[in-house]
């Protein structure tokens, strides 16, 4: 289907108006600028979210590690079963393990852990089942270090797991939140540049390509007939003004121009008659 052409646009051509042409191109760049940041942001949550995560793990391990230790030294395996399972109603952990003194053997776990050969396998109980690596895995190693008389001695290590997605779960809201108010902006400019635009440039423009096409057509008597809106723009303080001065200011010259042609058909029109009619005479007097 053909496109319609603009009302009042010379020769029938389609132009496109420039007020949405520019603010077309302008907003193209915009959203660009506007999305990188955006995700700038986004990552920027996601980052601190992960190191908040990472920080928690580490501070849950301080708060156990002694508890832990001490357990390790005197093998309770009874308080270590209990601390390992009330870790495990924490959120933000995901599984954890206790490694002999020399980080090799596995003394015990709970969830999701890497075992011995470096495989990832869900431990409940006493019950062990492989899984797929799941992915995003974070893993904080801590020292369990019993204070005897003798001082300090490792007596094992002690790890903690979590994931990605936990830390991303943290600030999705306010990812979501990030994203609409990005959109909601950017359409908030759009509409409000774009009525800008038209009233400064789009509508003085369209005014004067009116004018344009009327002296085209010959639709109207030079400096004659012009409008409220089109004598407006002669008081624009702006490049539109000042075109709209210079047009009218030709304008002016043309009527002026016009007016002398006139006078001179007028006047030549009456000089023929004039020596048609001497013509007569002598030819009567012939």
């Known amino acids: ?12 051509k389609v132009v496109k108006p420039l007020a949405r042409t520019l603010m077309s191109k302008v907003f193209s760049y915009y959203v660009v600028i506007a999305a990188a940041v955006t995700l700038v942001q986004i990552v920027s949550e996601f980052r601190n979210s992960e190191k908040n995560l990472v920080d928690n793990l580490k501070l ?17 395996r009874d308080q270590i079963e209990s601390t390992l399972k009330g870790m495990m109603e924490i959120p933000t952990i995901i599984g954890v393990a206790i490694r002999d003194e020399f980080n090799q053997k596995i003394l015990n776990s709970q969830g999701q852990v890497q075992d011995e050969e470096g495989n990832y396998v869900n431990v409940k109980g006493s019950e062990v089942t492989p899984v797929a690596y799941p992915g995003g895995v974070i893993s ?28 991303f779960e943290k600030v999705h809201h306010n990812i979501i939140l990030l994203i609409i108010n990005s959109i909601v902006k950017t359409i908030a400019l759009w509409l409000i540049f774009l009525k800008i635009a038209k009233g400064m440039l789009g509508d003085p423009l369209k005014i004067l390509t009116q004018l344009v096409v009327r002296l085209k057509k010959d639709s109207f008597q ?7 809106d089109e004598l407006d723009l002669t008081r624009k303080k702006d490049e539109i003004g000042l075109l709209s001065k210079s047009f009218f200011k030709m304008l002016g010259k043309l009527n002026e121009i016009h007016t002398r042609l006139i ?11 004039e020596k048609v009619g001497l013509l007569k005479k002598s030819q009567e007097q012939l």
């Open 1 to 12: 289907m053909a496109e319609k052409s603009l009302e009042g646009q010379p020769d029938g």
């Open 60 to 76: 849950y391990q301080q708060t156990f590690s002694r508890t832990l230790a001490s357990a390790v030294w005197v093998v309770d």
């Open 140 to 167: 904080v190693e801590h020292t369990l270090s019993y204070e005897g008389l003798q001082g300090s001695q490792v007596v094992g290590y002690f790890t903690l797991y979590s994931n990605k997605r936990i830390a």
């Open 222 to 228: 030079l400096g004659q007939g012009f409008s409220k």
């Open 263 to 273: 006078e001179y058909n007028e006047t030549l029109e009456l000089k023929v008659r």
